[in-house]
Nanobody, 117 residues
Framework: QVQLVESGGGLMQSGGSLRLSCVSS????????MGWYRRAPGQARTLVGY???????TYADSVKGRFTISKDDAKKSVYLHMNSLEPEDTAVYYC???????????WGQGTQVTVSS
């Protein structure tokens, strides 16, 4: 079982920046595809973006150019750098890990990000 622990959420003003972190318990962290999802109030959980084991990134259209995902394999951590935050970015953000060889998937508990106008 892989445990994922997010941190870094909080309350920000529109236009601000925030960095979320996610630490994995897996010793095979570098082999995982790591992603970030979010669930806005009253809405389904949606993909924010992900980074492959080869550090190739993909982003949802709504965050392209504003959000960046990076990782540090030595620290078993993945990061979500959020810039130019908008009230529409208010959501609970979840870290996700997928083992690409069999599709096993793991989730963090989520961290709240609130952006005020």
């Amino acid at each position: 079982q892989v445990q994922l622990v997010e941190s870094g959420g909080g309350l920000m003003q529109s236009g601000g920046s925030l960095r979320l972190s996610c630490v994995s318990s897996s010793s095979s962290f570098s082999g995982f595809q790591m992603g970030w999802y979010r669930r806005a109030p009253g809405q389904a959980r949606t993909l924010v973006g992900y980074i492959t084991s080869y550090s190739v990134t993909t982003y949802a259209d709504s965050v392209k150019g504003r959000f960046t995902i990076s990782k540090d394999d030595a620290k078993k951590s993945v990061y979500l750098h959020m810039n130019s935050l908008e009230p529409e970015d208010t959501a609970v953000y979840y870290c996700n890990a997928v083992w690409p060889f069999d599709g096993r998937e793991y989730w963090g508990q989520g961290t709240q990000v609130t952006v005020s106008s």
